[in-house]
């Protein structure tokens, strides 16, 4: 079963299960966008659109999720937020947008989702502008962590919800254009951390 339609399903139970246990993280995350009026900001994988009570007016976002039952959760919230949301359907191994066209890239609880998260972060640095940032909220092992149990759900949860394998460090050292700001442990002891990653300014 491929994750798009796993997560068809997933829409309809997705939000009781971790709206109230993401919640904080979610508002941190966006208070950390510095001076944020009139910022053009993505937030890849926006699912049912959690993360828009926490949005600050002022910006325009743009969401984006492979699962059409998902992007039709995040719609209504959309519609009844102030602030201005374009939703589209889109692969963020792929993503449709130009390089360099968002001052900020959101992605939570997404990076350890996806098939390719190598291809993922590829792609949000290639539409980030240079000296932005990358917010991410999700789980990873650490490096030369052994977590047999997590190792072991993975075989069987990445073809239906999410991976348990992704190490950050991994995914960052392929990534010479960018370079870890901040980091800090989330939820459960750490499994879940809040990071944030800038795009190297452009040398002239």
Known sequence: MSLKHSYSLLAYIYDPLIQKATAVWR???????????DKKILINGIGSGLDIPFLQTGCHYT????????????????????????????????????????DVVIMHLFLAVVPEPEKALSEASRVLKPGGRIHIFDKFLKPGEFAPVRRFINLFSRHIASRTDVIFETLLNSRQ?????????????????????????EQG
């Open 63 to 102: 969401g984006t999720d492979i699962t059409p039952a998902m992007l039709k959760k995040a719609q209504r919230r959309a519609d009844s937020s102030p602030c201005s949301i374009t939703l589209e359907q889109a692969d963020s191994m792929a993503l449709p947008f130009a390089d360099n066209s968002f």
């Open 177 to 201: 254009d960018l370079m870890l700001v901040h980091e800090e442990p989330a939820l459960a002891n750490g499994w879940f951390r809040f990071i944030l990653v800038e795009k190297h300014q």
């Open 27 to 37: 508002q941190r995350s966006f208070a950390y966008i510095e001076q944020a009026t």
